[in-house]
């Protein structure tokens, strides 16, 4: 039996729905309100629950073999990508579990003071390698499917808003290839006990993103390129009245100041471990709009 939190977000939908064309018998962490019943219609058994409540994760734990950790936080990193992270892990140990897939981000490890996701995710990454289990922390870079909605406005206006700078590098990854990645983490032996960046096959600039979408569609891009310092007044603003959001803007800065992207050989290693080739971002675009 699979566990899998964040089961009805961007990557753990994908990890549920191949776990079950692969007759894997799964349970899904939900929230009452979560959008979780196409995964009850593919088989999965549904836990409902809240990643706030240790005894939620004590008795979603119990039995299972193996466990998969693809929740988000929303602006709260310390409860949830933090501290209910410790305590899967912790569950995990107490039930004799197998493996653990943990989804943490590409740059975990650089350091950023003011991104409490990337501080939470480098602290649960030490946590798990210290743990004892099996792991395999995964550190993805963008996702493709979180441009999904950018493409489709893109097709409607032909704009695209870009803040930062444009010549920033990036590697998307399709997220069907790193739902794949996750689920042959917890059998593929070069992927026990290994951190791995996760990135798409192509170093792309962040302008790369917008000529693509032209090219899909035959459309000359209009980019509009709005600075930093937006965020930056933005951030402040907030601050005066809630000081959790402007501590997320932070995460949300840091990911749109630096750049994300996996080099040639961490990429080759990733195609070596895992025997497959990544698709690049065009290869996905076009599949999911059937053009
Ligand atoms: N998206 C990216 O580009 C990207 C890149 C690198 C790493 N990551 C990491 O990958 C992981 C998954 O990202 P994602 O984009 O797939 O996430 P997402 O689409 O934002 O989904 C978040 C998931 O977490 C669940 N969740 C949030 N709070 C919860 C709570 N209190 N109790 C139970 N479930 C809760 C949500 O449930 P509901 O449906 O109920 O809201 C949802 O299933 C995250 O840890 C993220 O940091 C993402």
């Given at each position: 039996m699979f566990l899998v939190t964040g089961a009805t977000g961007g990557i753990g939908r994908k990890v549920v729905r191949l776990l079950r064309q692969r007759e894997q018998s799964v349970r899904v962490f939900v929230r009452l309100n979560s959008r979780y019943s196409e995964l009850e219609h593919r088989g999965a058994?549904?836990?409902?629950?809240?990643?706030?409540?240790?005894?939620?994760?004590?008795?979603?734990?119990?039995?299972?073999?193996?466990?998969?950790?693809?929740?988000?936080?929303?602006?709260d990193a310390l409860?949830?990508?933090?501290?209910?992270?410790?305590?899967?892990?912790?569950?995990?140990?107490?039930?004799?579990?197998e493996h653990f897939v943990f989804i943490s981000v590409l740059g975990a490890d650089r350091g950023y003071e003011d991104a409490p996701v990337f501080k939470a995710k480098r602290a649960v990454e030490r946590y798990l390698a210290a743990s004892g289990l099996n792991y395999t922390?995964?550190?993805p870079s963008g996702l493709a499917s979180n441009l999904l909605p950018l493409v489709e406005r893109f097709r409607e206006t032909g704009l695209y808003l870009l803040v930062g700078d444009?010549?920033?590098?990036?590697?998307?990854?399709?997220?069907?290839?790193?739902?794949?990645?996750?689920?042959d983490s917890v059998t593929v032996e070069g992927a026990r006990n290994q951190i791995l960046p996760v990135g798409g096959p192509e170093i792309l600039l962040r302008e790369d993103i917008p000529r693509i979408f032209g090219r899909i569609f035959a459309k000359e891009p209009v980019i509009i390129n709005s600075p930093l310092f937006v965020i930056d007044g933005l951030q402040g603003a907030l601050g005066l009245f809630n000081p959790q959001i402007q501590k997320a803007l932070g995460t949300y800065?840091?990911?749109?100041a630096n750049e994300f992207f996996c080099t040639k050989d961490e990429i080759a290693n990733l195609e070596v471990i895992f025997n497959f080739q990544l698709e690049t971002l065009e290869n996905f675009l076009r599949r999911y709009l059937a053009v």
């Open positions: 058994e549904i836990f409902i629950g809240d990643l706030l409540e240790e005894k939620d994760i004590q008795k979603a734990s119990r039995g299972v073999r193996y466990i998969i950790s693809a929740h988000g936080s929303d602006s409860s949830l990508d933090y501290r209910a992270n410790i305590e899967l892990i912790d569950q995990a140990k107490a039930n004799g579990v922390i995964l550190r444009r010549k920033n590098r990036t590697s998307i990854v399709s997220t069907d290839d790193l739902a794949r990645i996750v689920v800065r840091t990911l749109l």
